[in-house]
C-alpha cells in the first residue's frame, strides 16, 4: 500500500519562505517524486521532480531558482524549499509519485498529472 503524506504548509508573507515535506511509502519501488500545485479555478501545475535514484532534478520555469526539491533517504522524504515567495505561488501543494521517469542520469522530464498514480492529499499554501 502506497502512501504519501505531505506536510509544511501554512500562511506566509510575499519574500517569505516554507519548506514542504513529503514522507512515502515503498521508496524502493517509486523512483520519481513530484510537487505539483493548484490554485482555485486553475489546472494542477507541476513544479518539481526529484528522481530518487541519483538524485537529478527539473523545476518549472515559474519556480526555477527560488524552489529546490531534496530527499533524505534515510527518512523516506522529500521536501520542496520555497523561498522569495508570491502571492502567485499560493494554493494547494500536492506530493506525488511514479515507479519512473526516465533512464537514470538522463534529463528529468516535466512532470504531467497523467503520468502518476499516487498522489498525497495536499497542504495548503498560502502568501499573502
Known amino acids: 500500500h502506497v502512501q504519501l503524506v505531505e506536510s509544511g504548509g501554512g500562511l506566509v508573507q510575499p519574500g517569505g519562505s516554507l519548506r514542504l515535506s513529503c514522507t512515502t511509502s515503498?521508496?524502493?519501488?517509486?523512483?520519481?517524486i513530484s510537487w505539483f500545485r493548484q490554485a482555485p479555478g486553475n489546472e494542477r501545475e507541476g513544479v518539481a521532480v526529484i528522481r530518487t535514484g541519483e538524485g537529478r532534478t527539473y523545476y518549472a520555469a515559474s519556480v526555477e531558482g527560488r524552489f529546490t526539491i531534496s530527499q533524505d533517504k534515510t527518512k523516506s522524504t522529500v521536501y520542496l524549499q520555497m523561498n522569495s515567495l508570491k502571492p502567485e505561488d499560493s494554493g494547494v501543494y500536492y506530493c506525488?509519485?511514479?515507479?519512473?521517469?526516465?533512464?537514470?542520469?538522463?534529463?528529468?522530464?516535466?512532470?504531467?498529472?497523467?503520468?502518476?498514480?499516487?498522489w498525497g492529499q495536499g497542504t495548503q499554501v498560502t502568501v499573502s
Open positions: 506525488a509519485a511514479r515507479i519512473a521517469c526516465g533512464d537514470l542520469w538522463a534529463v528529468v522530464p516535466p512532470p504531467r498529472t497523467r503520468d502518476y498514480n499516487y
Open positions: 515503498r521508496t524502493n519501488y517509486l523512483t520519481c
